[in-house]
């Protein structure tokens, strides 16, 4: 943030694209409130304007992307007059953000997380992603996209260590843990181990995974530094250690820094590692792999030794002094070619083709589909600055100052409704409701619900948002879709 202000006052313009006027998008040149799962329709409209208007880098599209013709012929379904009421945006802002980005000296992107918690979460990531390419932004000095994630060694093998690994062994995606644990069969889910997580809380369509931690034959053991709504189901708490108390290496996330961490301060009470708890376990199971008897300090060493030229140079006596180490990344990451089966920027995929997907941007958007016609209001839940997740709930300061759960609402959406600004409501559908207090602002649109922050609902009144999300999984690296949902909102019943 404090690199985008500084180009604001050399020039720079600042867009944002988000669904409800955020802190970013108050301090921004530019806020286009963009519909919920729009995003990639946006960014092939763009590329209709780049084209049409010949504001393209024909170089860079020769030499080091493929399929462009079949591009053009997508993006050509994708007008500004089309794109406008797919978004909800003027024709004109359409126009005038791609004009803008063409004529950059620095077209930049900076993604976050939010278009890809959709059910096209994916392809809208993709779509946005094959926009430098157009304008030959990877060659331009500060320009380029990223997102959260900074540069940092991809190759996590040598910790996660999948050769260990049994052929026969189920997995579960987290993203469908209430089912997991009221639906799954053959054998039933007996026992639950939960570290660095709050299921009950974090984990969608809650009220699934709630009657599923409230089995009596789940063995529910949890690995904590505070009593969650998680432990409130807990045959078993185990204390866990902090930061404070371990030694760990920290990635890069938003950085392109590395850097080691030792304790500060000697284990608290009964606490202890992630890493010891598991090892011991391993010890009683009569596991015998060396892996299983590896220090900290040992895994941090075997992890530089990877062969990646990210971690070229890195020293590692300068890491154990607990110093940043900047990663040996390049200007540009890309000048020799792009991590692709052909090395280019793949505007048309054969992988995707052979996998049976689109391989092509695709702007159409995919609403919640539980629920059929029933409900009409989009909600979205964008965190809250002063919580990280469920994180940090357990601050009473923090709480105090946050207060009750409060979801925004746009003055029309609220006035046919009968819904004044701090009215209790409810927010449900088929999946279950949640209770907050209305904020009735213009700060979020007609139509859309806005709702920041997972507050932990033994603290706070209401059930949490996640009773209200859905267990489906987004269209590609099955994750969840937690802005992809269809509510009503009526004031509260007294």
């Known amino acids: 943030w404090p690199h985008f202000k500084t180009a604001q006052t050399t020039g720079a313009k600042l867009v944002v694209i988000d669904p409800y006027r955020n802190s970013t998008a108050q301090k921004a040149d530019v806020h286009l409130m963009i519909k919920p799962g729009t995003d990639a329709a946006l960014a092939l409209a763009m590329m209709q304007v780049l084209i049409d208007r010949d504001m393209i880098d024909h170089d860079f599209i020769s030499h080091k992307t493929i399929g462009f013709e079949r591009l053009k012929a997508r993006a050509s379904e994708y007008t500004p007059s089309r794109t406008s009421e797919i978004c909800g945006l003027t024709e004109n802002s359409i126009i005038s953000l791609a004009v803008a980005y063409g004529k950059a000296k620095s077209p930049y992107i ?98 699934e995974v709630l009657a599923g931690l409230d089995r009596e034959d789940l063995f529910v053991v949890v690995q904590e530094m505070f009593h969650t709504d998680t432990t409130n189901y807990a045959d078993i708490v185990l204390p866990g250690a902090s930061f404070l108390e371990v030694t760990d290496l920290y990635r890069a996330y938003g950085h392109n820094y590395i850097q080691m961490a030792q304790p500060v301060i000697p284990r608290v009470g009964q606490s202890r590692s992630t890493l010891a708890i598991f090892q011991d376990l391993a010890a009683r199971l009569s596991f015998k792999n060396k892996v299983f008897s590896l220090g900290e300090m040992d895994f941090i060493e075997n992890f530089l030794v990877e062969d990646s030229p990210y971690l070229k140079g890195v020293d590692f006596e300068m890491l154990k002094s607990g110093k940043p180490v900047r990663l040996n990344i390049p200007s540009n990451p890309y000048a020799d070619g792009f991590a692709t089966p052909s090395g280019k920027v793949e505007f048309y995929s054969q992988t995707m083709a052979d996998q049976g997907l689109d391989p092509l941007p695709d702007g159409q958007v995919l609403r919640d589909p539980d629920g059929g016609d029933k409900y009409c209001l989009e909600f979205i839940t964008p965190p809250h600055h002063f919580f990280l997740n469920s994180a940090f709930n357990e601050i009473d300061a923090l709480r105090e100052k946050v207060g009750q759960a409060r979801v925004m609402i746009h003055p029309e959406t609220a006035g046919t409704r009968g819904i004044a600004d701090g009215d209790p409501v409810r927010v449900f559908n088929d999946r279950g409701e949640a209770s907050f207090l209305a904020h009735v602002t213009y700060d979020t649109q007609i139509g859309l619900l806005v709702a920041e922050g997972l507050h932990w609902p033994s603290l706070s009144p209401g059930s949490g948002v996640n009773q209200l999300t859905s267990q489906r999984l987004t269209d590609m690296g099955k994750t969840c879709a937690f802005h992809c949902n269809l509510v009503e909102v009526q004031p509260q019943a007294n």
């Open 110 to 207: 900076r993604t976050g997380w939010g278009p890809a918690r959709q059910l096209k979460g994916a392809m809208a990531m993709r779509t946005i992603a094959l926009l430098p390419a157009l304008v030959g932004a990877f060659d331009k000095p500060g320009g380029g996209i990223t997102r959260t994630l900074g540069g940092a060694p991809s190759d996590l093998n040598s910790l996660i260590r999948p050769d260990l690994g049994l052929p026969c062994t189920r997995t579960v995606n987290m993203v469908e843990l209430g089912n997991a644990l009221t639906k799954l069969t053959d054998p039933p889910v007996k026992m639950l181990y939960t570290y660095l997580s709050n299921p009950a809380v974090v984990a969608p369509q809650s009220r």
